[in-house]
């Protein structure tokens, strides 16, 4: 073979595997992007049920939303977050008798520090100085009228 040939073969061969492994990057990325997003979605779908439940303990739909949600993570979510998000569960149930506010909003936090760490939001993130605590909807109509206030 002339070296010409040979130069020509080696040249169409490496823009063949350049091309290859630039396909095979992008679809990987577009994969890893596409389960981040899902991801993301799962916990929006959570953390959105959370603060139903926050609003009105008694509604059966928010409860079946938080069932349904909590249910999904637990495909999805890595094993930090599930444990994270069963340690709130254990504190929220209704048999727990000695429940805590102090300790469900402790709980929380960890919940949503694990969740910003499973997103990669976690960069910088200080668990000793972080708050959070869940916003619900409307105000319940069933509130006196002083304590409407003391919540605006």
Known sequence: MSDGIIVASITAAASILGAAITYMLTKRHERVAQWQNDKLNHYKVLFSA?????????DKQAHRNLALAVNTIAL???QYVIKALMALHDEAKYTNVQKSADRYDELLKSL???????IGRAKGDE?????????GGPIPKQ??????EKIR
């Not at 949503?112 to 499973?118: G, N, S, T, W």
């Not at 668990?127 to 916003?135: D, I, K, N, R, S």
Request: proline residues 6%; hydrophobic residues 50%; without cysteine.
């Open 50 to 58: 959370l603060s139903d439940i926050s609003v009105d303990e008694t």
């Open 76 to 78: 999805v979510a890595p």
């Open 112 to 118: 949503l520090l694990a969740v910003r760490k499973d």
């Open 127 to 135: 668990a000793e100085t972080f708050v959070f605590h869940l916003m």
């Open 143 to 148: 509130l006196p009228a002083n304590q409407k």
